[in-house]
């Protein structure tokens, strides 16, 4: 299965740091991995994505395991506008299978 | 950046005619165009795969005569709802590459409302 792994929602105080976590234990060597966001009524958001080195840009960071099976999403100061659904995506030819993502919260 | 538009943002139409989506890539170029369905309060579904110049992949348990589509130039693909039924009110996202292992770019969607 394609599918990753994420839990339902997460809650969030504003300026602070999170986390969100995804596990991806049967991806294979050549497959990237994304993270998407998704606001109500709009197409995907593209946030980061990588392969297996540790990414930073200037939405986010990626932490990646050594063994490839889990990642982490880092937002470093959450805003109210980051409220959103994640998306850890794996990534092959272009193909993206999406899971159920989820659901950020950031409270004020 | 790169930018993929799609057109319209909204349509309502009528049980049993044919809607078409035109997904753009507005300033590269694409030779695969992917399409998505999102239902309320649930994750988007892949329903197929635009390759320009030949005929689109379609995911398990799609109906590749109910959404034609049709991938013309390397900036256009178009889906066509045919004899939409209220059940194929949706919305619709498509999504294009300029390369591969890179950034994955989205459309706005296309919602569409069948009566």
């Known amino acids: 299965d394609a599918k990753t792994t994420q839990p339902n929602s997460m809650e969030s105080n504003e300026e602070e740091p999170v986390h969100l976590p995804c596990n991806h234990s049967?991806?294979?060597?050549?497959?990237?991995i994304h993270w998407y966001r998704q606001l109500p009524s709009q197409g995907p958001e593209y946030v980061i994505h990588g392969l297996t080195s540790n990414v930073n840009n200037r939405m986010a960071s990626l932490a990646i395991a050594e063994d490839r099976k889990s990642s982490t999403l880092i937002l470093h100061r959450a805003t109210l506008r980051d409220a959103a659904v994640y998306y850890c995506i794996r990534e092959r030819g272009n193909k993206l299978v999406f899971g159920a993502g989820t659901i950020l919260r950031v409270k004020s | 950046g790169a930018v993929v538009s799609q057109h319209p943002s909204r349509v309502i139409c009528k049980s049993g005619t044919s809607v078409k989506i035109e997904c753009r890539s507005l300033d590269f170029q694409a030779t695969t165009m992917f399409w998505y369905r999102q239902f309320p309060k649930q994750s988007l579904m892949l329903m197929a795969t635009s390759n320009e110049g030949s005929k689109a992949t379609y995911e398990q348990g799609v109906e590749k005569d109910k959404f034609l589509i049709n991938h013309a130039s390397l900036t256009l693909s178009t889906l066509t709802v045919t004899s939409a039924h209220p059940e194929d009110s949706s919305f619709y996202i498509c999504?294009?590459?300029?390369?591969?292992?890179?950034?994955?770019?989205f459309g706005e969607g296309s919602r569409l409302t069948v009566l």
């Open positions: 049967t991806i294979s060597g050549t497959d990237y």
């Open positions: 999504s294009a590459a300029q390369g591969f292992g890179g950034e994955l770019f």
